[in-house]
């Protein structure tokens, strides 16, 4: 049994911290701040060159457009440091070290940000017990824009691969109920791992897991098998 958990991990924390009221807004306050730096900006600009308006209003007007300027400038420059932070969490171990000895580390930490993240939702969508690597294709279905891609290539309707997915769910039986996880997660995050130390990446990403699913995953290689011409069946 491989050791994965994401609680008490510097990746779990940064997701959450990604995820929460905090963050959130501090986004979302930069893009507005540029936004009303630029309305102003242009109507001071218009004031000035078409009108010739240099009063009191116009000088004030200036002064709050370098204000804004200066505090979308300021929030960009933390939201640009606090991503970078977030995204990149501590490992204290390497692929290598992971790779030969995969029973002793956390394999959770040598996941990337994005990875980590529709990891972590894939435990959200079996409820925390018996996932499987079902449950990992679901999660990357809808949250991985490269799986699109993929799909896409292949011809494949996005809406009726998810359909057929929640029938799969809805059928899915855990043969671990008692556990956390399913061989077949197991069996995916190992192989995710290999493929991440065979192209010497310093974390697993999003690829190595969409590699290691198309190599496992039973109802991944069902849905490569079909085109948007040859719907799923039921």
Known sequence: MINFKFKGTDINNSLAFADSFVFSIARKSGKIIFLFFTLFSLLFLFGVFSRGDLSKNMLILSGVCLMLLSAGIFLSLVNNFTEKKLKNPKTLFSINEAI???????????????????????LEYSNGRGTGSLH???????????????????????????????????????????????????????????????????????????????????????????????????
């Open 100 to 122: 030969a000895l995969p029973g002793k580390y956390n394999l959770a930490e040598i996941f990337d940000f994005r990875a980590g993240k529709f990891l972590k939702k894939s």
């Open 136 to 234: 990992i294709f679901y999660s990357a279905l809808l949250n991985s824009p490269e799986l699109d891609l993929i799909f896409s290539r292949f011809v494949l309707d996005a809406e009726e691969i998810k359909n057929f997915l929640d029938r799969e769910l809805e059928n899915y039986v855990s043969f671990n109920q008692d556990k956390l996880f399913e061989k077949s997660f197991e069996d995916v995050i190992l192989e995710s791992l290999n493929i991440a130390g065979e192209k010497n990446n310093a974390k697993i990403k999003i690829w190595d897991l969409i590699t290691a699913l198309s190599k496992l995953d039973e109802s991944f290689k069902k849905v490569l098998t079909f085109s948007s011409s040859k719907p799923l069946a039921e």
